[in-house]
């Protein structure tokens, strides 16, 4: 039985969260729910029992000395509750943590359970994954929902994804069986600078955040940060001639995407010719678009001698696919 005597009434809530972990390249979706937390000064009023979803061997609490004392911090899921000013007043749930190790559905129901007694709305997850966009790009923001009525009246997208799945997207399906509408958004983080922080991607996440929910976010120095990361990577990659020549690339291939008369399914099929083109990787990674796992190790924007085949010690960006290019060689 969830009991919630500390926490009021609330207007018009929305559940907003965000998980780390696979579904969080670039720290880009927890660090938005991080700064929604941060700027409206959130009260945890909940956390869920780490004993019963976390590997405490995959993530380790840790320990820190308060005025002389040892203390534990233990990895969970937290809720805080903050109330959003203005003319039409309204209260955020923010969920917080970590990608759970174990037990889903019961975290999911969990959740659901906190949602329904606090008399949520509807519930918008976030999410950041691998892509193949350039930084010199704004980020791209998809919405899904598996609500065909949501869909249109919020010009979502339904999702149709088949293939590997994380918690965001366990956590949506959840919602919908429960009847708690649902939306993901999904930020699309450049695969070759994939360490976090991104700010720009944040700053994406909580523009289009803004746009759904009607509400007005304080964004305090993210823009200029979002500007100080593009110009670092900026400055990395024009150190790199490959990765120089990788980005305009992408940028080509963006431009080329968003003309009209562009087809969706050759830039489709020639994305598809370039996945199968590119080395599969081990687990630890992140989302991607495809829905696979990027490979763990460094991102190709890097500082480091790690003895790979790159310039600089870094690593060789993968040759994007030439439009020329047949279906029978995409095979080799």
Not at 19 to 33: I, K, L
Not at 39 to 50: N, P, R, S, Y
Not at 121 to 131: K, P, Q, Y
Not at 295 to 314: N, T
């Amino acid at each position: 039985m969830i009991e919630l005597e500390g926490v009021p009434e609330l207007i018009d809530p929305v559940m907003v969260a965000a998980f780390e972990g696979w579904n969080d390249a670039g720290d880009a979706a927890s660090t938005a729910v991080a700064h929604l937390d941060r700027e409206w000064k959130g009260e945890v009023f909940a956390a869920l029992d780490a004993e019963d979803y976390y590997d405490f061997q995959v993530n380790r609490p840790t320990v820190f000395m308060e005025a002389g004392v040892r203390k534990i911090t233990w990895p969970t899921t937290r809720l805080s509750v903050v109330r959003v000013g203005g003319d039409k007043p309204r209260d955020l749930v923010l969920v917080r943590g970590i990608e759970p190790s174990m037990r889903w559905r019961s975290f999911c129901n969990e959740l659901l359970g906190f949602a329904h007694e606090l008399g949520v709305e509807l519930v918008v997850i976030l999410g950041a994954l691998l892509g193949d966009t350039p930084h010199t790009r704004p980020v791209p923001i998809s919405g899904t929902t598996s609500d065909a009525d949501l869909a249109r009246r919020m010009d979502l997208e339904e999702t149709k994804y088949e293939g590997p799945t994380g918690i965001v997207g366990i956590l949506q399906e959840a919602c919908t069986h429960a009847g708690v509408p649902a939306v993901s958004l999904w930020a699309a983080v450049p695969h070759y600078v994939s360490q976090p922080p991104n700010p720009k991607a944040t700053l994406a996440l909580l523009n289009r955040l803004e746009d759904l929910i009607g509400v007005r976010i304080p964004l305090g120095e993210l823009a200029e940060d979002a500007r100080a990361w593009q110009v670092g990577v900026d400055q990395l990659a024009a150190e790199d001639s490959e990765v120089a020549e990788y980005v305009q690339t992408l940028e080509e291939a963006r431009d080329t995407a968003e003309l009209p008369e562009a087809s969706g399914e050759a830039i489709a099929r020639e994305f598809e010719r370039y996945l199968r083109r590119r080395d599969g990787g081990g687990p630890g990674g992140h989302a991607t678009a495809d829905g696979g796992e990027a490979p763990p190790g460094p991102p190709f924007l890097r500082d480091g001698r790690d003895g790979r085949d790159g310039p600089s010690g870094r690593p060789r960006p993968p040759k994007p696919p030439k439009a020329g290019d047949d279906e029978d060689s995409s095979e080799e």
